[in-house]
Protein backbone atom coordinates (compact mmCIF):
# COMPACT_ATOMS: atom_id res chain seq x y z
CA UNK A 1 0.00 0.00 0.00
CA UNK A 2 1.30 3.56 -0.74
CA UNK A 3 1.55 6.30 0.91
CA UNK A 4 1.83 9.78 0.57
CA UNK A 5 3.80 12.10 2.91
CA UNK A 6 5.26 15.63 2.86
CA UNK A 7 9.38 16.13 3.92
CA UNK A 8 10.61 18.52 4.16
CA UNK A 9 12.80 19.33 0.89
CA UNK A 10 16.29 19.71 2.76
CA UNK A 11 15.73 16.20 3.81
CA UNK A 12 14.46 15.43 0.24
CA UNK A 13 17.51 16.96 -1.13
CA UNK A 14 19.79 14.87 1.64
CA UNK A 15 17.95 11.51 0.52
CA UNK A 16 18.32 12.36 -3.35
CA UNK A 17 21.89 12.77 -3.14
CA UNK A 18 22.19 9.24 -0.69
CA UNK A 19 20.11 7.93 -3.10
CA UNK A 20 22.71 8.71 -5.98
CA UNK A 21 25.66 7.69 -4.45
CA UNK A 22 23.89 4.13 -3.53
CA UNK A 23 22.45 3.65 -6.71
CA UNK A 24 18.83 3.85 -5.06
CA UNK A 25 15.72 5.92 -5.96
CA UNK A 26 14.76 8.54 -3.12
CA UNK A 27 11.79 6.73 -2.00
CA UNK A 28 13.77 3.52 -1.69
CA UNK A 29 16.66 5.62 -0.13
CA UNK A 30 14.24 7.10 2.61
CA UNK A 31 12.56 3.83 2.67
CA UNK A 32 16.29 2.17 4.01
CA UNK A 33 16.85 4.74 5.97
CA UNK A 34 13.52 3.95 7.94
CA UNK A 35 14.54 0.08 8.24
CA UNK A 36 17.73 0.92 9.34
CA UNK A 37 16.51 3.86 12.31
CA UNK A 38 13.76 0.64 13.04
CA UNK A 39 16.09 -2.05 13.23
CA UNK A 40 18.58 0.66 15.22
CA UNK A 41 16.06 1.48 17.65
CA UNK A 42 14.96 -1.56 18.59
CA UNK A 43 18.67 -2.65 18.97
CA UNK A 44 20.52 0.32 20.61
CA UNK A 45 23.56 -1.63 21.05
CA UNK A 46 24.08 -2.39 18.13
CA UNK A 47 26.64 -0.37 15.44
CA UNK A 48 25.06 1.12 11.94
CA UNK A 49 28.04 -1.31 10.66
CA UNK A 50 26.77 -4.76 11.99
CA UNK A 51 23.04 -3.71 11.12
CA UNK A 52 24.66 -2.80 7.09
CA UNK A 53 26.37 -5.89 7.47
CA UNK A 54 23.56 -7.85 9.24
CA UNK A 55 21.01 -6.44 6.15
CA UNK A 56 23.41 -7.30 3.18
CA UNK A 57 24.07 -10.83 4.44
CA UNK A 58 20.37 -11.45 4.92
CA UNK A 59 19.80 -10.44 1.07
CA UNK A 60 22.73 -12.59 0.41
CA UNK A 61 21.16 -15.74 1.78
CA UNK A 62 18.03 -15.26 0.03
CA UNK A 63 19.25 -15.07 -3.34
CA UNK A 64 21.67 -17.93 -2.54
CA UNK A 65 24.87 -16.17 -2.79
CA UNK A 66 26.08 -17.47 1.30
CA UNK A 67 27.18 -21.19 2.20
CA UNK A 68 26.30 -21.97 5.15
CA UNK A 69 28.19 -22.44 8.34
CA UNK A 70 29.55 -26.19 8.64
CA UNK A 71 31.78 -27.23 11.48
CA UNK A 72 34.85 -28.87 10.45
CA UNK A 73 36.19 -29.73 14.08
CA UNK A 74 34.39 -31.58 16.60
CA UNK A 75 33.23 -29.42 19.99
CA UNK A 76 34.70 -29.70 22.89
Not at 3 to 15: K, M, N
Not at 32 to 42: E, L, Q, S, T
Not at 46 to 62: G, N, R, W
Request: aromatic share 8%.
Amino acid sequence: MATSVRLDDSFVTHARVHAEAEHRSVPKQIEYWAKVGRIMIDNPDLSYQFVQEALLATEEMKRGLAKPYVRRSKAD
